[in-house]
């Protein structure tokens, strides 16, 4: 995790990758090296290891949104929406927030659409 934080995406792959090896169950390590590869440009590498992240973990907003910029660097840009919108969707407790931020953007500004 060191290096994952410190934006040394190279060495945090070598080191997850041998954490999978000794135990492939891990899914935190899975959307690490997940992460690591998208970062490195790696989208091919990434995009199975964060789907079984996501699968492992479906309520994670942000590995929902680290998988649909996977896909869309892949070019499945019809893969994509299903996570963007779970993204894009907030929990209960924060919908009124996004209510209120629609209620106020400029008439002239883009619609989402997924």
Do not use: W
């Not at 997940?34 to 309520?59: H, K």
């Not at 869309?72 to 996004?98: F, N």
């Amino acid at each position: 995790m060191l290096y994952f934080n410190q934006h040394d995406y190279t060495h945090a792959a070598q080191i997850l990758k041998c954490g999978l090896e000794l135990n492939p169950e891990m899914p935190t390590a899975s959307a690490l090296l997940g992460m690591s590869y998208f970062e490195m440009g790696q989208r091919e590498e990434a995009e199975p290891l964060l789907e079984a992240a996501v699968r492992a973990n479906p309520s994670d907003d942000n590995l929902q949104m680290a998988l649909a910029r996977t896909l869309v660097g892949l070019g499945k840009y019809d893969a994509a929406p299903p996570y963007i919108k779970s993204y894009l969707e907030p929990p209960p407790e924060r919908s009124g927030s996004v209510v209120f931020v629609g209620q106020n953007l400029p008439s002239n500004s883009p619609k989402i659409r997924y």
